[in-house]
């Protein structure tokens, strides 16, 4: 039997994601629609990676987001995608050698527990990560070390709509068709723990209170479909200060 998901200790939470790793795109591609790719474009639109960049892609699984980025920093940039399963990362580096021009690495590790050198990057992605964390205020902080001067950073991850219809929508749709789905792959629990992870997820205004406090000077959550996502985009400077 699959233990029970603890959030705070990580190890745990590595295990999970080496046991999903497999199925992990299929699931996602079926569970959304398709739409997660969608809200991915649009993390990416928003961090706006350029050409000679080096971006850091936080929890990056099974690497959608990092080859993303690694297409739009080309040529002389470059992206490191950070993971705690080996599983997540055996797959994402199997989708990464099937386009070996792509200047894309990676690196296994907590990233709570980085020895990247600080300011090593000009922005920073996270997706679907800062819930899974110990602590979210520590994965603001470590994004924040990670970025340099004036750098910039953008997380996605579910949201908890403020309106009770969506509320009660997201709920059933957990309940009623992911854990399904996940049973029938003998993945119940671990998607089971989805619901409680988001229950106990920063709100958007939390989220952009504990980026302040993290040294953010511009922390601003933009809720996406519906409120059933968001996106945290994160500067360290104002744009007078750039
Ligand atoms: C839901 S998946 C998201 C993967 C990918 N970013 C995406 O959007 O498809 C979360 C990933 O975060 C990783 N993760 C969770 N906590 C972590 C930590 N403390 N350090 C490194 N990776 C972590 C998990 O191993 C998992 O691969």
Redesign the pocket.
């Known amino acids: 039997m699959p233990q029970p998901f603890a959030k705070a200790d ?1 190890a745990t ?2 295990r ?3 046991r ?2 497999r199925t ?2 299929l699931l ?1 591609d079926l569970l959304s629609l398709g739409l ?1 790719r969608l809200w ?1 474009r649009q993390a990416v639109a928003l961090l706006q990676p350029r050409p000679g960049e080096r971006i850091v ?10 080859l993303l980025l690694a297409e739009r920093v080309r040529p002389r940039g470059g992206v490191i995608g ?4 080996a599983a ?2 055996e797959q994402a580096r199997q989708r990464a050698g099937e386009r070996p021009w792509l200047p894309l690495e990676f690196i296994h ?6 020895t990247l050198p600080p300011g090593a990057a000009d922005g920073v ?5 800062l ?4 602590s979210a205020a520590a ?1 603001l902080r470590a994004i924040r070390r990670l970025l340099r001067p004036h750098g910039r950073a953008v997380v ?1 991850d579910f949201n908890r709509p403020s309106h009770p219809l969506w509320s009660q929508a997201q709920r059933s749709y957990l309940r009623r068709v992911v854990v399904p789905v996940a049973r029938m792959l003998e993945l119940e629990a671990e998607y089971t723990y989805l619901e409680r992870s988001i229950a106990t997820f920063a709100t958007g205004p939390q989220q952009e209170t504990l980026a302040r406090q993290a040294g953010f000077a511009v922390a601003r959550h933009h809720p996406v479909a519906g409120g059933l996502m968001g996106l945290l985009e994160l500067h360290l400077a104002t744009a007078g200060q750039s």
């Open positions: 990580p939470v590595f999970l994601f080496d999903t790793a992990y795109d996602n997660h991915k892609d936080l929890c990056c699984g099974t690497a959608d987001l990092a950070v993971d705690g399963s997540a990362l590790g907590d990233v709570l527990a980085l992605m996270m997706a679907y990560g819930r899974n964390l110990a994965g996605l």
